[in-house]
């Protein structure tokens, strides 16, 4: 969806770097996501986030840490980054108006860590 | 807590033949069920959505989904398949209602659909 951006698209990194991939959205969601991808493992919630001061670990939070700039505006930190943290990431937005909570995916970054 | 199984990682498919795609789910009370498709080097995508009334929901590209309460299950299906349909697909469930909640995805089922 053209309206969720992330950058870098692509990130090659060492272990023990801090990164830092970042999320834009023009869709005027209150609630943004960030995902990792794994083979075979699905999509894993990282943190979401329901509004600019309300942030919540998911089930695989340890490692990461997230900023949330503004409503339109969501950053994922890898403090020092691991071979383990090799993934495709996705940031994820959506609308709490109306009854269901349809969520709309960015791009991805895929990230490795050597 | 809540959580879905997809118990195929792919299913194989000629051209023109039906297709299902299978998913169970478990969640408190009733559910609010999704299906998103993913083409390769890109995001998911939402396909179609349960959220109540009738059991058999109408989604995108000709996708359709049948609810199961009893049987705890929300297949894709599609009448006749497409070469185009190869992707991966993947089931996410969600309690009714969301409140303060996300979604919690299957692991995915690789479709493959030969000519």
């Known amino acids: 969806d053209a309206d969720v951006t992330q950058t870098p698209r692509n990130r090659i990194t060492k272990t023990g770097k801090r990164i830092m991939l970042e999320c834009s959205q023009t869709k005027g969601h209150d609630r943004m996501y960030w995902y990792r991808q794994d083979p075979g493992l699905g999509l894993r919630l990282i943190y979401y986030?329901?509004?600019?001061?309300?942030?919540n670990k998911g089930e695989i939070s340890d490692g990461y840490s997230v900023s949330r700039q503004a409503q339109a505006k969501f950053s994922l930190s890898l403090e020092s980054a691991i071979p383990n943290q090799t993934a495709l990431y996705f940031c994820a937005t959506s609308d709490p108006a109306g009854e269901v909570d349809t969520q709309y995916f960015g791009p991805g970054t895929r990230l490795t860590v050597l | 807590a809540q959580s879905v199984a997809q118990p195929e990682d792919q299913v194989n498919v000629a051209e023109g033949n039906p297709l299902t795609v299978k998913c169970t789910y478990s969640v408190s009370g009733n559910p609010y069920l999704f299906w998103y498709v993913q083409y390769p080097n890109r995001g998911l995508q939402f396909l179609l959505k349960y959220i109540t009334g009738d059991n058999l929901v109408k989604g995108s590209y000709g996708f359709e989904a049948e609810f199961n309460k009893s049987q705890t299950s929300f297949h894709l299906k599609k009448p006749s398949a497409l070469v185009s349909d190869s992707a991966l697909y993947f089931c996410?469930?969600?309690?009714?209602?969301?409140?303060?909640?996300?979604?919690?995805f299957g692991s995915g089922t690789r479709l493959q659909v030969q000519p």
């Open positions: 996410a469930v969600s309690p009714k209602p969301t409140g303060r909640r996300a979604l919690t």
């Open positions: 986030s329901f509004d600019v001061k309300d942030i």
